[in-house]
């Protein structure tokens, strides 16, 4: 491949990328409908044409009917006067129209079918441009769906979502963090007046036994006897049970 090819190559291919970016499709089906109504603007003057060269013919062909048909009247004219000469002049003059109207006669029926050819492609140019018509508003809608379903894909694509997510991670560890530092606060508070009742109960119990351990222990009061030969005297605990307490004292001071 040579180098001119090459180039060539190369700057078709670059002009070729251009012109796909350059495209808008919103813009071209606009263009190409333009294009199509022009078609059918021009496709109207010529079937305008076409038939007024139809009806120009067909008068041409009429008048040279005519023509032959009075020529053929004087001929016969001229026998029924007996002048031939005056016959056979009719009798040419009458073949040359003839002959213009035979012409005229194949001239008529091919534009007819002409006309009648450029009337079925206008049918369906004007069916095929409001089809384009009802395409173009389809696609055109398509087309914004599409714009705006990509300009949504941009918006997502460009959020950083990962950064977002991770914030919202930290700040519901910081939440958790809080919740268990409030839990374990209200525990502890609960904890500590229920050791303080405890202990008050524990106190409580204590006192009444040790309450109940000295009735227990103290001695009964002697009955007292009255004699003339005794005179009345206060009783004295026995010095054992005050040992005991003593030791008992000693045993609590020690715990």
Do not use: H
Not at 8 to 18: T, W
Not at 144 to 163: H, I, P, R, Y
Not at 200 to 211: F, K, N, Q, R
């Amino acid at each position: 491949m040579g180098l001119f090819d090459r180039l060539k190559r190369v700057v078709g291919a670059n002009l070729n990328d251009l012109v796909s970016k350059a495209e808008d499709p919103e813009k071209m089906l606009e263009q190409a409908l333009l294009e199509m109504q022009e078609d059918m603007v021009k496709l109207r003057q010529g079937v305008a044409q076409a038939i007024a060269a139809q009806k120009r013919t067909e008068k041409q062909y009429n008048e040279a009917v005519n023509e032959v048909n009075k020529w053929q009247r004087n001929a016969q004219l001229a026998i029924q006067k007996g002048d031939e000469n005056l016959a056979r002049q009719a009798l040419e003059r009458k073949k040359t129209y003839n002959d213009t109207s035979v012409a005229l006669k194949t001239s008529l029926d091919q534009q007819t079918i002409q006309v009648e050819g450029l009337k079925k492609n206008l049918i369906q140019l004007e069916s095929k441009i409001s089809e384009a018509k009802t395409k173009k508003e389809m696609l055109k809608a398509r087309i914004t769906a599409a714009k705006a379903q990509e300009q949504l894909g941009n918006m997502v694509s460009g959020m950083n979502t990962s950064s977002a997510m991770s914030a919202f991670e930290r700040m519901e560890e910081k939440v958790l963090l809080q919740e268990a530092r409030a839990e374990s606060t209200a525990q502890l508070v609960g904890n500590n007046l229920e050791d303080q009742f405890a202990k008050l109960e524990s106190g409580s119990d204590i006192d009444d036994e040790l309450a109940a351990l000295k009735a227990s222990l103290a001695p009964a009061p002697e009955p007292k006897l009255l004699t003339p030969e005794q005179p009345t005297s206060t009783a004295k605990p026995a010095q054992p049970v005050d040992a005991e307490l003593e030791a008992l004292k000693k045993q609590l001071d020690n715990l």
